[in-house]
């Protein structure tokens, strides 16, 4: 599980997974400007980059990915690629993120290694969570919560949710869909430690300061650097 595993102090609180994590665009231009947009949230507090990207082909995908993991490295942060082992593996990311139609979480496990962290989709049903936590998964995320322009039609969580699986679960939760600096706190409050953020972040004019404000919900050395 997560607290037995060797992660970067700066995700920690108390041995489990926490803080502000970006998730990039799919529709994004995989290129030295968009680098720099990471950059801006990683030293703004970012704790975990996922790396969600179906539309680029591989070679080009993988430059890119070196670099981010390069500057994941520097700037003391988690890299999750999004259902794709092969590029894991090959990458030596830290993590994967399953959802529902990806591979298996053993299959990932077999894969990837029991180092690596494994991150589930359970949407807006605990007992998925429940079940991913007895396969050995690292965290859980649910949502969407808030009205999502990334995904519209996903399905909808109640804030109930996150305090339901609190109580249940061990592993850290991660509340994902609509979040933005005026209801982070919602979620927060309810449970989630960590909050996955895209367009919140990634369409905002001052990128710094929006990731900033949004990594200062969490506490210990979740805080934004000067760039």
């Known amino acids: 599980m997560v607290a037995t595993k060797i992660f970067l102090d700066r995700t920690l609180i108390n041995g ?4 502000l994590y970006a998730i990039t ?5 995989l290129d030295d400007q968009y680098l720099k947009k990471i950059e801006i949230l990683l030293k703004a507090g970012v704790s975990i980059i996922q790396y969600r990207n179906k539309n680029n082909d591989k070679l080009n995908q993988f430059d890119f990915l070196i670099k981010l993991k390069l500057l994941c490295n520097k700037n003391n942060a988690l ?5 794709d082992l092969q590029l894991s593996k090959k990458l030596d990311a830290d993590g994967i993120h399953l959802g529902k139609n990806d ?3 053993n299959d990932a496990k077999e894969i990837l290694g029991n180092n690596k962290i494994i991150g589930v989709s359970c949407y807006n049903d605990l007992s998925l969570a429940i079940i991913a936590e007895q396969q050995g998964a690292d965290y859980v995320a649910f949502g969407r919560f808030f009205p999502s322009k990334t995904k519209p039609d996903a399905v909808q969580a109640e804030i109930d949710l996150l305090q339901q699986a609190k109580k249940q679960l061990h592993i850290p939760i991660v509340a994902i869909g609509g979040i933005t600096m005026q209801n982070a706190r919602q979620v ?8 996955a953020v895209i367009d919140g972040l990634f369409s905002q004019a001052d990128l710094f300061e929006t990731a900033r404000t949004l990594a200062n919900n969490f506490s210990g050395d979740h805080h934004g650097r000067t760039l």
């Open 16 to 19: 489990q997974l926490s803080g």
């Open 79 to 83: 890299l999750i690629i999004n259902d």
């Open 188 to 195: 927060i409050n309810a449970g989630a430690d960590m909050i």
């Open 103 to 105: 591979c298996s979480l």
């Open 25 to 29: 665009e799919s529709q994004a231009k």
